[in-house]
């Protein structure tokens, strides 16, 4: 059974841009969140899908968006890219509200 | 989302208990607490969670006081491989609205 898998491994960006990553779910797992990590900080929480649906958000700017897909998989984009969202962005998923469980992650850079 | 407080960084020797708390004063009553380890810029990796009752599985024992405004992680027997950055959240479950609101963790070292 596969876990989360996300997808690139690394991106390298300049200010300005737009950047789309990508997030496949555990096998049975409908509920995808997406997570920002910075350098020596704990992971801060974007927003919640389910059901194709945003359901919940972080303190995070509308540069922020995602999209869930049918197949439970989701895409985080951001747009606009600020040299603070240099960061390594988590995707956690879950069956429902229960146990998230967490991919690799994407490192961006945005120089 | 409660929060939790935890100490910055603890070390430990290889071989033996590693004991992690963690304060959760502000708990509700429909909150787990749920134990993360992040090794290295990877991934979060779960490791336990339980509500009231002390939870065992083949990572690690979960105590929480029966206040539950703390708990503590243990480790039973260290290794070199469990050196981590170890994360303790409180969050509903059961709802589609479980958020993790992380911390800083704590820096465990295991030492040779």
């Known amino acids: 059974d596969a876990g989360v898998t996300q997808s690139p491994t690394h991106l390298i960006k300049t200010r300005g841009q737009q950047v789309t990553l990508r997030c496949s779910p555990k096998?049975?797992?409908?509920?995808v969140s997406w997570y920002q990590q910075a350098l020596g900080q704990g992971p801060q929480f974007i927003f919640q899908y389910y059901e194709e649906e945003e359901r919940q958000r972080g303190n995070f700017p509308d540069r922020f968006s995602g999209h869930q897909f049918p197949n439970y998989s989701s895409e985080l984009n951001v747009n606009a890219l600020l040299l603070g969202d240099s960061a390594l962005y988590l995707c956690a998923s879950s069956p429902g509200g229960q146990t998230q469980y967490f991919g690799p992650g994407t490192r961006l850079l945005v120089l | 989302d409660a929060k939790t407080t935890q100490p910055p960084s603890m070390d430990c020797a290889e071989g033996r208990a590693a004991n992690l708390p963690c304060n959760h004063s502000t708990i509700s009553g429909n909150e787990y607490v749920y134990w993360y380890r992040q090794i290295h810029s990877q991934g979060p990796q779960y490791i336990i969670h339980g509500l009231k009752n002390n939870e065992t599985n083949e990572m690690a024992s979960l105590i929480i006081t029966e206040d539950r405004k703390s708990s503590t992680l243990i480790l039973p027997h260290a290794t070199l491989r469990d050196t981590a950055v170890y994360y303790c959240i409180v969050r509903v479950a059961n709802t589609n609205a479980g958020k993790s609101t992380f911390g800083d963790g704590t820096t465990l070292t295991v030492k040779p």
């Open positions: 096998s049975g797992h409908d509920t």
